[in-house]
């Protein structure tokens, strides 16, 4: 069964209070976003394999290690997981970005594709999909299922804030996938937003409404 880490360092729990918060502007929230998306990756990238490369030093030869094969590809769920793509490349310059276009059905609340665009090698990377909010969990599972019909088979989820309800779905279609939050909120309200949560993050990191 996919497990659900909770990043909670102090540094990412002060910055989420503080996008949580009504009154963060635009501009505070995205780099608050990009700051958060990048101490995250330390975490879900702590697993990434190893090789050894003989380099040399300005004193001698050595047997170093650097990240063997292929990298990391970040697939952001548009549009909202956009506002953490910067934070991951900036740690990870060399890692490939996807995107995946999906958006929730006002009456329905079920998400719908409009667009998906990967890089070539995609299956043989690991691939991190980006979004800020689990909420009831269906645009994750169609991006997760539609990476799966491309042939991944090391995907990790990477959220700001997750519903209970929404782990609890993800879980029940993709178990092998494993979830990256930095909380873990109460509960949705009847309009499937996740409480006490952020708002819409789409909203606040483009100033739209």
């Known amino acids: 069964m996919g497990e659900l880490f909770i990043i909670d360092h102090p540094l990412i729990v002060h910055k ?7 009154e963060t502007g635009t501009k505070d929230f995205k780099e608050l976003l990009n700051e958060i998306s990048m101490l995250m990756a330390y975490e879900i990238t702590r697993d990434l394999p190893l090789e050894n490369k003989e380099i040399e030093t300005p004193l001698c ?37 996807g995107h995946i276009g999906l958006y929730r059905d006002p009456v329905t609340h079920e998400p719908v594709e409009y667009y998906c665009k990967m890089p070539e090698d995609i299956e043989k990377r690991i691939v991190i999909v980006l979004d800020p909010m689990l909420a009831t969990g269906g645009s994750a599972i169609d991006a997760v299922t539609m990476l799966k019909s491309k042939g991944c088979n090391n995907i990790k989820m990477m959220n700001l804030v997750v519903a209970p309800e929404g782990v609890k779905h993800f879980h029940e279609v993709h178990p092998d996938v494993d979830i990256y939050t930095a909380a873990l909120d109460d509960c949705l309200n009847e309009h499937d937003y996740i409480v006490p949560g952020l708002g819409d993050a789409g909203d606040r990191i483009f100033g739209t409404k």
């Open 61 to 97: 030869k050595m047997t170093a290690k650097k990240i063997s094969g292929k990298k990391l590809a970040v697939v952001p769920i548009l549009r909202a997981g956009l506002g953490m793509v910067d934070g991951i490349t900036k740690l990870v310059p060399v890692a490939k970005v």
């Open 16 to 22: 989420l209070s503080i996008m949580r918060d009504k």
